[in-house]
């Protein structure tokens, strides 16, 4: 059964680089049936979709995020993080990583539960 | 970039009625559209997808309708653990978003 768990560091300071990692079980990262990527949710407000990683590699990012984003893939861990540089406390949100599933459309059909980055002065 | 706005922000019902909510696009984004269930404190939880198509596990009561720029998701049948917010998503192009959400409370 696929599971999905975010972990890292939920404090940080303005100017530092977040970094999550969303550890993947049940399923193999490698697969060519999906994609990966992350949405957040900033305290009180809607989702925001973060970036998507194409299984062929290639990475599209929100662009209000001005290139901030990488997205390393270890698949020997079977893990996908998320490295988002130059924080500010607009980064300040639960980020859950998602599955992208090629096999019923195109769509975050399977996600995490979530952790809270909280980014302070 | 594809605005989404849901009506309404707030939706008040009782369990056994029926909900419908809409989701606009800005522009015609054919049927590439997502509607996701959030609880507090759980993850969100895909419901429809391509505008009419139920995810795995997702009860006959929910169904979406629409396409090109005006949708809507419809819960016949309110049950207790339907009350959340719901959210709308695009994926005409690779630049997804979201629309703000419909909170359905009781």
């Known amino acids: 059964q696929l599971h999905l768990l975010e972990s890292g560091p939920v404090i940080l300071k303005t100017s530092e680089t977040l970094s999550l990692t969303c550890n993947v079980s049940?399923?193999?990262?490698?697969?060519?049936?999906?994609?990966w990527g992350w949405v957040r949710q900033p305290p009180g407000k809607g989702l925001e979709w973060v970036a998507t990683?194409?299984?062929?590699?290639?990475?599209y990012d929100n662009p209000s995020l001005e290139s901030r984003v990488v997205i390393p893939v270890d698949t020997s861990k079977n893990q996908f993080s998320l490295q988002l540089s130059s924080v500010t406390a607009a980064d300040t949100a639960i980020y859950y990583c998602?599955?992208?599933?090629?096999?019923?459309?195109?769509?975050?059909?399977?996600w995490g539960q979530g952790v809270l980055v909280t980014v302070s002065s | 970039e594809i605005v989404l706005t849901q009506s309404p922000a707030t939706l008040s019902l009782s369990p056994g009625e029926r909900a419908t909510l809409s989701c606009r696009a800005s522009?015609?984004?054919?049927?590439?559209l997502g509607w996701y269930q959030h609880r507090p404190g759980q993850a969100p939880r895909l419901l429809i997808f391509?505008?009419?198509n139920r995810a795995t596990g997702i009860p006959g009561r929910f169904s979406g309708s629409g396409s090109g720029t005006h949708f809507t998701l419809t819960i016949s049948s309110l049950e207790p653990e339907d009350f959340a917010v719901y959210y709308c998503?695009?994926?005409?192009?690779?630049?997804?978003?979201f629309g703000q959400g419909t909170r359905l409370e009781i």
């Open positions: 998602v599955r992208v599933n090629l096999l019923r459309g195109v769509w975050p059909d399977s």
């Open positions: 049940g399923v193999s990262i490698t697969s060519g049936h999906f994609h």
């Open positions: 990683l194409v299984y062929n590699g290639k990475r």
């Open positions: 522009q015609d984004i054919g049927d590439y």
């Open positions: 391509d505008a009419s």
């Open positions: 998503q695009q994926r005409r192009n690779w630049l997804w978003t």
